[in-house]
């Protein structure tokens, strides 16, 4: 048997040294700074680190419902993993795996989307990934003060707290529904109307129903609460 360095992997490794220089060197590279007492990134880095838009066509929608208007999932509906998550902890569920990312719907939607809004056709929008759908839709009632009634497309826990990238919940008027669901359709992005906004309620059928006020005080007070301090505004 005869070593050849050359063909060694570990042998063209960085030392150590070596990697603490390219990591400083990148720093430099895209390190963002600001002139004194001025609001402006100095210099041309910032830019293309942060990245730019040649013209703001449309302020994008907040995250939020209107009254009336549909409520429409966008995105692949995923396996619905739960593990890692406190509700499956809560039920000494252990072990199992994530929900794969597909990175090519995850552009596809985000394609839609931008396409969406650059058209006026959403009045509120707001992702899947952190929390969950049912994360999403309470904190787009809490953000508005306008309830939601979901009646179909959550069957169970899992489809209400899975988190996967790829997803978004949109408010829909009701006289721009069909031209989402035809850009969705061209995009080749899923849909699904899941109910209605309004009211003032928040309830999923067969799975929750709470108060929106109630709602609204728990996510105002949970972190003053949990640090003993008082509520600086709603």
């Known amino acids: 048997v005869t070593y050849d360095e050359e063909l060694d992997p570990l042998a063209a490794l960085p030392t150590p040294e070596e990697c603490a220089a390219d990591v400083k060197a990148a720093l430099e590279r895209q390190k963002i700074a600001f002139e004194p007492g001025s609001a402006e990134i100095a210099g041309a880095v910032g830019g293309g680190l942060l990245g730019s838009i040649d013209a703001l066509v449309r302020r994008p929608p907040g995250v939020g419902v209107a009254d009336g208007d549909h409520l429409v999932l966008l995105g692949e ?4 993993s739960l593990a890692g998550s406190a509700w499956a902890a809560s039920r000494g569920l252990r ?16 394609g839609l989307v931008r396409d969406l809004v650059a058209g006026d056709l959403l009045s509120g929008v707001h992702d899947v990934a952190a929390g969950g759908l049912g994360s999403a839709l309470a904190e787009m009632a809490v953000r508005t003060g306008v309830g939601v ?3 179909t497309g959550i069957d169970g826990p899992r489809a209400l707290l899975a988190e996967v ?24 992005v ?6 209605i906004a309004g009211g003032d ?6 799975l ?4 929106l006020a109630d709602t609204t005080a728990a996510w105002t007070s ?6 003993d301090a008082p509520v600086a505004s709603d």
């Open 208 to 211: 929750v129903d709470l108060s």
């Open 95 to 110: 072990g199992g795996a994530l929900d794969p990312v597909d990175l090519a719907a995850v552009s596809r939607l985000a």
């Open 149 to 151: 009634s979901v009646t």
């Open 222 to 227: 949970r972190l003053p609460d949990a640090l």
């Open 77 to 80: 509906t995923p396996a619905g």
């Open 201 to 206: 309620r928040i309830t999923v059928e067969g």
């Open 165 to 188: 990238p790829g997803r978004v919940v949109a408010s829909v008027a009701p006289g721009h529904l069909a031209a989402v669901e035809a850009a969705a359709a061209a995009a080749g």
């Open 190 to 195: 899923p849909v699904t109307v899941l109910g």
